[in-house]
């Protein structure tokens, strides 16, 4: 088992930056895949950012350019650096593990971001 726990998130006005932290029970080296999901109010879960083992990074196309993953192995915790925030990035955003031995994703509780305008 894995046990993930996110921080960072807030209220912020449209243009500020937030940075969100996901810490991991255990090496985060276990895991090849890592990423950032948010389900915003009735709509569905979407990606925001993943980052593999490998050093690959993936970003949805709503937050190119103005947010940005990383990963702290000496911390066991990834990290999402959001900036230039707008309203529609108001959401709950969660994060994400996979463990590189077996198919098993773990989630976060969430932490909740709201934009204001």
């Known amino acids: 088992q894995v046990q993930l726990v996110e921080s960072g998130g807030g209220l912020v006005q449209a243009g500020g930056s937030l940075r969100l932290s996901c810490a991991a029970s255990?090496?985060?080296?276990?895991?090849?895949?890592m990423g950032w999901y948010r389900q915003a109010p009735g709509k569905q879960r979407e990606l925001v950012a993943t980052?593999?083992?490998?050093?690959?990074?993936n970003y949805g196309d709503s937050v190119k350019g103005r947010f940005t993953i990383s990963r702290d192995n000496a911390k066991n915790t990834m990290y999402l650096q959001m900036n230039s925030l707008k309203p529609e990035d108001t959401a709950v955003y969660y994060c994400t593990v996979k463990e590189a031995v077996r198919p098993s994703y773990y989630w976060g509780q969430g932490t909740r971001v709201t934009v204001s305008s």
């Open positions: 980052i593999t083992s490998g050093g690959t990074i």
């Open positions: 255990r090496s985060i080296l276990s895991f090849d895949y």
